[in-house]
T-cell receptor, first 110, second 117 residues
Framework: SQQGEEDPQALSIQEGENATMNCSYKTSINNLQWYRQNSGRGLVHLILIRSNEREKHSGRLRVTLDTSKKSSSLLITASRAADTASYFCATDYSWGKLQFGAGTQVVVTP | NAGVTQTPKFQVLKTGQSMTLQCAQDMNHNSMYWYRQDPGMGLRLIYYSASEGTTDKGEVPNGYNVSRLNKREFSLRLESAAPSQTSVYFC????????????????FGEGSRLTVL
């Protein structure tokens, strides 16, 4: 079964709006990572948050981690059309073996 | 700097045929991985290699074999392809190795799209 599960499965917003997606996982983790995948391309790493961190920022991205609830959220502020992609959370639960969720498909319309 | 390169990008096979997916990375990374991606399933780990000369099974290894030819190259072989192996296959690499928790990111190739008829 999947370790990480994203919610919602799909999200449609307009440019300039914020996009929030959530990830829940089942077991203890070393870290949690978020990746982006543009259509037909490979995954690109966005941000990594360690189990002892609660919040992390990178440009327009903000990630939070709540280990007590086994959940994380990714916020993209001031969305752009170029942010249209699928977003995956991945949990590092056992030496370097990342387990990926099914992803959130985000569509940003101009 | 090419990063992670996969070949071929597209392949159509008939049931029972064999083929090898090639992957090479030029970042001097220790660890390499093969994932498959199916609609609604996310990515699932097939095999990984923590360092040159070592390989280990992931979540879905049945029907596949791998070879870590050297530090740069990690190949995935389908000995007798089945329709259930129709998928997009991704190779990835990361700097980490061995017993230390890998806290680094994965670098992915562009994928190999395989169809088994």
């Amino acid at each position: 079964s999947q370790q990480g599960e994203e919610d919602p499965q799909a999200l449609s917003i307009q440019e300039g709006e914020n996009a929030t997606m959530n990830c829940s996982y089942k077991t203890s983790i070393n870290n949690l990572q978020w990746y982006r995948q543009n259509s037909g391309r490979g995954l690109v790493h966005l941000i990594l948050i360690r189990s002892n961190e609660r919040e992390k920022h990178s440009g327009r991205l903000r990630v939070t981690l709540d280990t007590s609830k086994k959940s994380s959220s990714l916020l993209i502020t001031a969305s752009r059309a170029a942010d249209t992609a699928s977003y995956f959370c991945a949990t590092d639960y056992s030496w370097g073996k990342l387990q990926f969720g099914a992803g959130t498909q985000v569509v940003v319309t101009p | 700097n090419a990063g992670v390169t996969q070949t071929p990008k597209f392949q159509v096979l008939k049931t029972g045929q064999s083929m090898t997916l090639q992957c090479a990375q030029d970042m001097n990374h220790n660890s390499m991985y093969w994932y498959r991606q199916d609609p609604g399933m996310g990515l699932r780990l097939i095999y990984y290699s923590a360092s040159e000369g070592t390989t280990d099974k992931g979540e879905v290894p049945n029907g596949y074999n791998v070879s870590r030819l050297n530090k740069r190259e990690f190949s995935l072989r389908l000995e007798s392809a089945a329709p259930s192996q129709t998928s997009v296959y991704f190779c990835a690499s990361s700097p980490g190795q061995g017993l230390f928790p890998n806290t680094g990111e994965l670098f992915f190739g562009e994928g190999s799209r395989l169809t088994v008829l």
